[in-house]
């Protein structure tokens, strides 16, 4: 069974000072990695998709990466909107058309300015 | 310009009554799916279906009945709501697109069992 693990579970920054958070996985074959973004009330919005190790996307102050264990979400200079929780999540090669995504419970950051 | 949208978005009810949640997607995906968040903000798949066939059916009570009458809608009824089914219940879709699919999130169904 894929697992997802998500550390720290909250994390505190002061505007300017960069960060990384981390997602470490297990899977049986993986097809992608996501990273979403959540904020209070609202649904979970996409941010990147890697699906190998070596990759890395970036998009404004994220930069995400990807090794055979784990992903990290790297945060350069973040501003009070960044703050949010950032959720990590898995899909694999179950078979058929079983897309399904294996979440882990997230960071939540908390940029102060 | 919504992408994927659900009704209602809030949801109180009593023990033991049936609801019906609605999403509906204008992206043109061809697979939707519905997750529960829990009280600790933990995202679990529930279903999912593609082209209007189930795919995905997890360990969920057979109280949850999901129902796609076309590729761009699936609604979940619950009968004989329980406490532990308050949560946020959210529906995504996704497209063809080679290997990993990225799925897009609705804003969420808030449901509270009283």
């Known amino acids: 069974e894929d697992q997802v693990t998500q550390s720290p579970e909250a994390l505190r920054l002061q505007e300017g000072e960069s960060s990384s958070l981390n997602c470490s996985y297990t899977?049986?074959?993986?097809?992608?990695l996501f990273w979403y973004r959540q904020d209070p009330g609202k649904g979970p919005e996409f941010l990147f998709t890697l699906y190998s190790a070596g990759e890395e996307k970036e998009k404004e102050r994220l930069k995400a990466t990807l090794t055979k264990k784990e992903s990290f979400l790297h945060i350069t200079a973040p501003k009070p909107e960044d703050s949010a929780t950032y959720l990590c999540a898995v899909q694999d090669y179950s078979g058929g058309s079983n897309y399904k995504l294996t979440f882990g419970k997230g960071t939540l950051l908390t940029v102060n300015p | 310009d919504t992408a994927v949208s659900q009704t209602p978005k809030y949801l109180v009810t009593q023990m033991g009554n049936d609801k019906s949640i609605k999403c509906e997607q204008n992206?043109?995906?061809?697979?939707m799916y519905w997750y529960k968040q829990d009280s600790k903000k933990f995202l679990k798949i529930m279903f999912s279906?593609?082209?209007?066939?189930?795919?995905i059916n997890e360990t969920v009570p057979n109280r949850f009945s999901p129902k796609s009458p076309d590729k761009a809608h699936l609604n979940l009824h619950i009968n004989s709501l329980e406490l532990g089914d308050s949560a946020v219940y959210f529906c995504a879709s996704s497209g063809a697109s080679g290997g990993a699919k990225t799925q897009y999130f609705g804003p969420g169904t808030r449901l509270l069992v009283l």
């Open positions: 899977v049986s074959g993986l097809r992608g």
């Open positions: 992206l043109g995906h061809d697979t």
């Open positions: 279906y593609n082209n209007k066939e189930l795919i």
